[in-house]
């Protein structure tokens, strides 16, 4: 029998297939994309490579506390196997074939390169796993794009305070220009610094990330300008005395989720938001003024001193450090996830541990439930607020050369991913929107390639395109839906919202 519901739903589809139809026929259904555009994928080191004291490696903050503290971690796991990929890089780079990319994004180990965090001693076999890898990638014309510092600071350098120290300026910049000389003549594409807010607040600041510091509202302002400096140094080392015989490119990746608000009074804390966040590293940066954002600057020094301290926590620049950062980066390295609803009123005050980086923003975030698709907390579904953001950094920034270094969504597992595909292809329709209306961005990069170790959600949050199965000694890896979508766009350079993949068999293209 056939129940009314039934029925119903076959008139409503029958009605909505009808409109879709009209609607494909009115507007282009595939959307092209820039000519040069370039398509990747990526992941950090310590989140695949595993071998975590193998061949000379030392300690780094990650294997500190997953050793010492292992159920700071969700499911108490740790990157000491990860991915196996320091074993299995052959496979990485077939994946990257199979899907046909552009270029791969991974990430150097400082304790891999250098044991003594120094550059005293050079640990060979670390560099030639990363030759290994580089090697490998480029017999095939897939660049890489290689971040200096994706948040595995050596233990030592954190035990002397690590980004609270002035000194990291020259310990980072000098690892930088070790990885330069090494590797700078196939390696044209760096990225310094991977989102300095997760570094900052969430290291320094919170406990949400090594070193888990906690210490808030100081050590998370005075990270964030040693960060800076040590960024902008190893630009201008690379600027003057690489640039000129390797000519690549090099810039800083910033974390941006956009914050908007459902109601107009509270149009400035949206505003506020966006400045605490992110502007923060964006405003020394790509700003024509440089320096930190006003509107922090003011906040901050006012409640320093009610707070009874006699100089603001938000350490100020001077103005040479202020020239030494403005303009150091060569695009605007863009990890972008989701967006967030904000309000601003008097039950802010007081709301928040004081002094700290929230008590300074003052403002509460929310999320609407009708974002959330899929079964993880970890990313919403909101792709207007890519477009937004996108149309932010166009507009406040002079439109600066944009590269989505990561984008992503999160699952709890399995091959058949509809809501990864829903979301990547949202996302990636609404960067096209931004680039149609001026934007200009020039390459995308799919986090991840595969699954990995998820930092202090351990292995229970999924962000690859390939999933990794953590039962096999080999770490093997399988494509999702996902990825077979993603190949599509690459390979034939359009975005089409009704691709449906044939999941059967994942090949290599010719010329790849
Ligand atoms: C502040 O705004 C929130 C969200 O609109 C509301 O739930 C809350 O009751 C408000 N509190 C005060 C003290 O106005």
Request: hydrophobic letters at 35%.
């Amino acid at each position: 029998m056939w129940s009314i519901q039934r029925i119903l739903f076959f008139v409503i589809a029958s009605i909505v297939i009808a409109e879709c139809k009209t609607i494909n026929n009115a507007r282009h259904e595939v959307r092209k994309f820039p000519g040069n555009f370039r398509f990747g994928a990526a992941t950090a080191s310590y989140q695949v490579e595993g071998a975590w004291d193998e061949d000379g490696k030392s300690e780094n903050i990650w294997d500190h506390i997953t050793h010492t503290n292992p159920c700071v971690v969700k499911d108490c796991s740790n990157g000491d196997i990860a991915d196996d990929s320091y074993h299995q890089y052959k496979r990485d780079v077939e994946m990257m074939r199979e899907l046909g990319l552009d270029f791969y994004r991974f990430s150097l180990s400082w304790t891999r390169i250098l044991p003594t965090s120094f550059p005293d001693k050079i640990n060979e076999a670390g560099v030639q796993y990363y030759n290994n890898l580089i090697d490998e990638m480029l017999k095939y014309n897939i660049k890489p794009m290689v971040t200096l510092y994706h948040w595995d600071l050596p233990q030592k350098l954190q035990e002397m305070g690590g980004w609270t120290n002035p000194n990291i300026i020259d310990w980072y910049s000098d690892y930088a220009r070790v990885a330069f000389e090494l590797f700078g003549d196939r390696v044209k594409d760096w990225i310094t610094i991977n989102e300095p807010l997760q570094v900052c607040y969430h290291g320094y600041g919170d406990n949400s990330l090594a070193p888990l510091l906690n210490i808030k509202g100081v050590a998370d302002y005075m990270c964030a300008k040693n960060l800076l400096l040590a960024h902008a140094k190893a630009y201008h080392i690379y600027d003057k005395e690489f640039r000129p015989t390797q000519g690549g490119s090099i810039f800083i990746s910033l974390s941006a989720q956009w914050h908007d608000t459902e109601h107009e009074e509270f149009a400035d804390a949206a505003k506020d938001a966006n400045e605490f966040t992110w502007e923060i590293y964006a405003n020394p940066i790509f700003s024509d003024t440089g320096d930190f954002p006003e509107v922090m600057k003011k906040r901050v020094a006012a409640k320093s001193i009610e707070q009874g301290l006699y100089r603001s926590r938000l350490p100020e620049f001077t103005a040479e450090e202020i020239d030494y950062i403005r303009g150091s980066s060569d695009y605007f390295g863009l990890n972008h996830y989701s967006t967030k609803y904000v309000y601003r009123n008097e039950s802010v005050f007081g709301y928040y541990e004081s002094p700290s980086f929230y008590d300074d923003m003052e403002l509460v975030t929310y999320t609407k439930n009708e974002w959330k698709i899929g079964e993880s907390q970890f990313t919403k579904f909101v792709p207007w607020g890519f477009y937004k953001l996108l149309t932010e950094i166009k507009e406040a920034f002079g439109n600066p050369p944009v590269v989505i270094t990561e984008n992503g969504f999160a699952t709890y597992g399995g091959l058949d991913d509809e809501d990864r595909v829903t979301y990547y292809k949202h996302y990636i329709n609404s960067m096209l929107d931004a680039i149609e209306d001026g934007s200009d961005v020039r390459g995308y990069t799919a986090w991840s390639l595969m699954d990995n170790y998820e930092w202090l959600q351990g292995y229970t949050e999924r962000f690859g395109l390939y999933e990794v199965d953590y039962e096999s000694a080999e770490r093997t890896r399988t494509p999702r839906k996902s990825a077979f979508v993603y190949k599509q766009i690459l390979r034939t350079r359009e975005l089409d919202m009704h691709y449906e993949p044939d999941t059967d068999v994942m090949t290599i293209d010719k010329g790849h």
